[in-house]
């Protein structure tokens, strides 16, 4: 998993960068689906306690771009006062947990409906339970609430105006946040919660316990994360990439229709942006053609008023200057920079720990559309690979090119670590 290290400003603000993205393997998105998607979302985990009082923590999260950062991580909030807490116009994703919650671990099952329903609770109806299901390898989870207990919930919390557009029960949401954590092996213990992965990080069980407690701090990158609030984080976390991730929840057709709604109006609110937007261009483009047809009348009559010997010689020298430009383009010509200089100096600024493998300047626009005859090519771009066995010290090599004067921008590509090679290979891009 590649993590951006946040730069001073964001550390200072506190809005600290911790996520990519990209990480997640997301394809065959249409072009307006980033402005559909929900830019901002809100988990709140309710861990109902034996005597039937409740504890709550919240986190919040938002997305700017291909970043995701925290804005909010409260525990030990009072249902009853949710309102002073939460913003009620953040998309709201709930998780319910504790007493009144029961859990069932099956063989592995592609869907759990009224037929196979007794596997689960013998000698009781589906109609009157709210049924989770989460499959893992060669088991099945199953989780389920009696519809008028988690109802009562959901009543309370929406007493304090706030709108639920999703609802999980138990733990299972972290499933998407695992490779996101500081955890290396196949036990996963917090607040009070113990999951056993097999190798290939399929669940294998769950427990509860007041002693399974994590012993050391529990990060997402540099962000410090309460293990009380590991699973109010992945309920916004799942929720903010509804649609991206293969959500866990319970299914329940009030809170799917609310959700439903609000992608609704996202998609209404963009489209007709949209529309206004092409109106615009519209506008503007035939704006700029007038002018042109202007500027062109009165170019062809200034024309007319010399000698077609000088017309000729005037249009002859201008094609051979736009055929000189041209030629340039295409070969790349960026002014004259001393490149080897430039090179020199990204080599001087390189950490001993990074093996350097390959640069390219101006490298091949892999995105344009090119033909037999020609060839397109990024203007004023370095692309530099290598290997290292952290991502560290790449991250402190960007930091250092930031520093020269001559360069714009560096963005780390990628990173990805390779077992067999024992090292990481990255992926820089420097914009000159």
């Known amino acids: 998993m590649d993590f951006q290290q946040p730069d001073e400003n964001q550390i200072k603000s506190g809005q600290c960068i911790i996520y990519q993205i990209d990480n997640y393997q997301i394809v065959n998105m249409a072009v307006l689906d980033r402005f559909y998607a929900i830019k901002q979302a809100g988990g709140l985990s309710v861990v109902i306690l034996k005597d039937g009082s409740a504890e709550a923590g919240y986190c919040q999260v938002s997305l700017d771009g291909k970043k995701l950062s925290f804005e909010k991580k409260l ?20 998780t319910i947990s504790g007493r009144g919650v029961l859990y069932k671990q099956l063989d592995r099952a592609e869907d759990i409906s009224p037929a196979n329903f007794s596997a689960v ?40 105006g706030l709108s639920p557009v999703m609802l999980s029960l138990g733990p299972f949401p972290v499933e998407h946040i695992l490779p996101q954590l500081n955890i290396y092996n196949e036990e996963i213990i917090f607040s009070g919660i113990k999951i056993e992965r097999s190798p ?43 649609g991206k991730v293969n959500a866990v929840n319970a299914g329940v057709p009030a809170v799917g229709l609310a959700l439903d709604g609000l992608i609704s109006d996202r ?27 202007n500027t062109e009348n009165a170019r062809l009559a200034e024309e007319v008023s010399t000698s077609a010997r000088t017309s000729t010689d005037i249009e002859a020298l201008a094609d051979k200057i736009r055929q000189n430009e041209s030629l340039l383009t295409e070969l790349g010509w960026d002014g004259g920079i001393n490149k080897s200089v430039l090179i020199d100096q990204v080599a001087a600024l390189m950490p001993g720990e990074l093996t350097l493998k390959q640069i390219d300047i101006n490298p091949v626009d892999a995105a344009a559309e090119h033909d037999f005859a020609s060839l397109k090519f990024q203007e004023r771009k370095m692309l530099i690979r290598g290997e290292s066995a952290q991502i560290i010290p790449v991250n402190e090599w960007a930091a250092r090119l930031k520093s020269k004067k001559w360069v714009k921008s560096v963005e780390l590509e990628s990173y990805n670590f390779n077992n067999e090679l024992s090292t990481g290979l990255f992926t820089l891009t420097l914009t000159y």
């Open 75 to 94: 525990r030990g909030l009072d249902l009853l006062e949710l309102r002073k807490h939460i913003v009620p116009a953040v998309p709201l994703s709930v």
């Open 121 to 160: 609770l013998p000698n009781a109806s589906m109609d009157d339970f709210y049924v989770q299901h989460f499959p893992s390898g060669a088991h099945s989870f199953v989780a389920v609430m009696r519809k008028a207990e988690a109802d009562k919930w959901l009543d309370l919390i929406l007493g304090q």
């Open 200 to 242: 290939d990080r399929n669940w294998k069980s769950l427990s509860f316990g007041e002693a399974f407690q994590s012993v050391y701090p529990i990060k997402v990158e540099n962000e410090v994360l309460e293990q009380q609030l590991v699973v109010a984080y992945a309920a916004a976390f799942q929720l903010l990439l509804s």
């Open 267 to 293: 998609k209404f609110k963009v489209n007709t942006g949209v529309a206004l937007l092409v109106c615009l261009v519209l506008l503007l483009a035939n704006f700029i053609w007038f002018s042109e047809l």
